[in-house]
């Protein structure tokens, strides 16, 4: 019988490579997210982004496969940057997962641009799920 670590490899065996940023104000919200989505997948790249702004521009210069988007972001918030990010030819291709700890409209989310939304607090599971839902095609 497989392990939990196992199955959860198998199940996203098609993740590895992927290029996810993951734009949070908080530095041990991007440390957390980084160490679950990497022990689960070793093979996924992973940026890290601190604010909007740098989300946008580090968006734009990597071209990320997903970006998981603080909503709530000193700068400029996830919102605006998602808009921006899909406006732009070079990079509307990326899929944005919207992650928030406080309840938004859907309809605002989706507006902006954002693939899903997630709420806070999450875990590296749910992040893999939605990561792989958004890039399926």
Known sequence: MPSPIEDRARTY???????VLIADDFEAIRTLYRSGLSQAIPELRLSLAKNGVEALRLTQELRPDVVL???????????????????????????????????????????????ACL???????????????????
């Not at 065996?13 to 290029?19: E, Q, S, Y």
């Open 119 to 137: 709420m806070k607090p999450v875990t590296p599971d749910e992040l893999l799920h939605h990561i792989a839902r958004v890039l399926r095609p």
């Open 13 to 19: 065996a098609g993740l590895r490579g992927v290029h």
């Open 69 to 115: 988007m603080d909503v709530a972001m000193p700068e400029m918030d996830g919102l605006e940057a998602t808009r921006r990010i899909k406006a732009d030819a070079r990079t509307r291709h990326v899929r944005v997962v919207a992650v928030t700890g406080t309840t938004h409209d859907s309809q605002v989310v989706l507006d902006a641009g954002c693939d």
